[in-house]
């Protein structure tokens, strides 16, 4: 850690960067990483841990022209979390930089946000055993944090509030009553900053939501000085799209367009999104439309925490963590491919992948248009790998399902299936303007199944993803897809995204094929890349 008060400028980013040439720390990643890149299910363009496990993105942020990713490391034998560090210039191309910040007087550094100042960078995290942190960093690489009185901001009440001790105040925090009942009152916390007044939710939920079931909360906390933090009460209001039993893990709160969007994890049901307007007056979040990033279960193989940033010109860019479903030694879990979120209407989120993925595009095939004969596999000659880029586009006709099978065996006996069933999902009353219109104001259905993927012993299975997504009746389906080795991710019309993790176990699982149901359907146009890796190492 860095002096207090150290001042920006005191040393250049080429002067930081000189003295990690022979950073003990650095070398011990690289080491790690060669060793590990034989796996054949480590991916090669999504981030990776360096060495051991990974879990949740942390304080994703732009700062100096380079996007920070900070996420939980574990550079220890024992389940102790660090904050990792990389760095990227455009979103793909990931640099490891030593741990961020390490545990002390915290036992553990568990996950929280960042909020990027004029001159500074402040990073507000779950300290364990203790509270919520606060550290400030103002170096060009953000290597050197100093935690802000040496001690919790937020400090932890108790693990667990129950209605005989919610009333009670929290120590430090004389007037903050949490609201009987309240799960883990203190955790996982996000920053920002309105007026002079320094803002912080920490995630939760609340017992009392419908015939008594849990719900979801988020806690809203203020400062003027980041040090003395004041509670003020729960911060959603009108939030009737969670699941009852959902919580507030992992909370992002920003500006999107001319809204406001919450970004969280569910330790229930996995990545959502709350969409709203934020009420500055009476300091609430009032929540007109939700939706998720997990279609299922968290885990295992599935989507799990977001980590999300501004991105300069009204959307989001978001990352996630996307969880296990297979032992692999050394290493777990990865990061998403970069998104990049802006609405298309008041309600009407776009997601795309961000950053510059086509540098990474190698060898190329194109298959032309062809007609897809109803009821019958049709297998692209010359396309297959398990690090590609496909892009597709079909005009889905009258057929009742649309399959786009990737990683498939030649017999195939493993495959992984991307299916579209075209206005067969609810119905928006909103955009049907009624009975005579009824399916045209009715979502498509998109399904990521992995239930062929492999036929390994030790691969966990995993229910299919089935997501909404709303195409007009003659919209072509487009498709983005992205394999790489342990993940395929799938983004439908700049609307939609579905990830999960494959293990296929046999060599030649690497074939495209395609197949439409009842009905014949046509190919407009297929481009595929193999995709190169974003380590020196592979």
């Not at 507030?248 to 709350?274: A, E, Q, T």
């Not at 934020?278 to 925490?305: E, I, L």
């Not at 540098?359 to 398990?386: K, Y």
Request: with cysteine.
């Amino acid at each position: 850690m860095h002096p207090e008060g150290t001042a920006r400028g005191a040393i250049t980013r080429a002067e930081e960067e000189a003295g990690l040439r022979d950073h003990p720390e650095l070398q011990r990643f690289a080491q790690s990483r060669r060793r590990l890149a034989t796996d054949p299910y480590r991916p090669l363009y999504h981030f990776v841990s360096p060495e051991n496990g990974l879990n949740d993105p942390n304080g994703l942020c732009r700062w100096q022209g380079l996007w920070h990713l900070f996420y939980q490391a574990y550079p220890l034998p024992e389940w102790i979390p660090y904050w990792g560090h990389a760095v990227s210039d455009d979103l793909v191309h990931w640099h490891d930089l030593p741990n961020a910040i390490s545990p002390g007087p915290e036992s553990a550094c568990w996950s929280g946000a960042t909020y990027v100042e004029e001159d500074r960078v402040v990073a507000m995290y779950h300290g364990h055993e203790l509270g919520n942190m606060v550290a400030v960093a103002d170096d060009p690489l953000l290597l050197h944090w100093h935690k802000v009185g040496g001690k919790p901001a937020i400090p932890l009440a108790c693990p667990i509030w129950t209605p005989a001790t919610g009333a009670e105040e929290l120590p430090g925090l004389p007037g903050a009553h949490p609201p009987a009942g309240s799960i883990n009152f203190i955790y996982d916390p996000c920053i920002w900053k309105h007026g002079d007044w320094y803002y912080s939710l920490s995630g939760g939920s609340l017992p009392h939501g419908p015939s008594g079931r849990r719900m979801r909360a988020e806690f809203l906390f203020r400062s003027r000085d980041l040090g003395g933090w004041e509670y003020l009460h729960p911060f959603l209001e009108d939030d009737i799209f969670g699941l009852p039993g959902d919580d507030g893990g992992c909370p992002y709160f920003w500006p999107i367009g001319d809204r406001h969007m919450l970004l969280h994890f569910s330790h229930m049901s996995g990545g959502h999104y709350l969409l709203g307007d934020y009420d500055t007056a009476r300091d609430k979040f009032v929540v007109s439309d939700g939706g998720n990033f997990t279609f299922g279960a968290w885990g295992p193989g599935g989507v799990h925490a977001p980590t999300a940033t501004p991105d300069g010109t009204g959307g989001l860019i978001a990352l996630f963590n996307i969880n296990p479903a297979k032992p692999t030694p050394g290493w777990n879990q990865i990061m998403s491919l970069p998104r990049r979120l802006t609405l298309a209407g008041p309600r009407d989120l776009r997601v795309e992948p961000a950053g510059d993925l086509a540098s990474l595009r190698g060898a190329h095939g194109r298959v032309e248009a062809l007609r897809l004969p109803a009821n019958r596999e049709v297998v692209l000659d010359g396309v297959q790998g398990n690090a590609l880029e496909l892009d597709v586009e079909i005009d889905t006709g009258r057929a009742q399902m649309v399959e786009l099978n990737v990683l498939r065996a030649p017999g195939r006996e493993e495959f992984t299936r991307i299916a579209f069933y075209r206005q067969r999902g609810f119905v928006d009353w909103e955009r049907s303007e009624g009975w005579a219109h009824y399916n045209e104001g009715r979502d498509s259905l998109v399904t990521l199944d992995t239930s062929y993927s492999s036929e390994l012993p030790d691969v966990e299975s995993r229910a299919p993803e089935t997501a909404p997504v709303y195409l007009a009746p003659d919209e072509p389906l487009r498709l983005r897809i992205f394999i790489d080795k342990s993940v395929v991710e799938v983004f439908i019309n700049d609307r939609q995204c579905l990830a999960v993790r494959i293990y296929p176990g046999r060599s030649d699982s690497l074939g495209v094929s395609l197949r439409a149901q009842g009905a014949d359907a046509m190919l407009r146009a297929l481009d595929a890349w193999q995709m190169a890796s974003i380590y020196a190492e592979a």
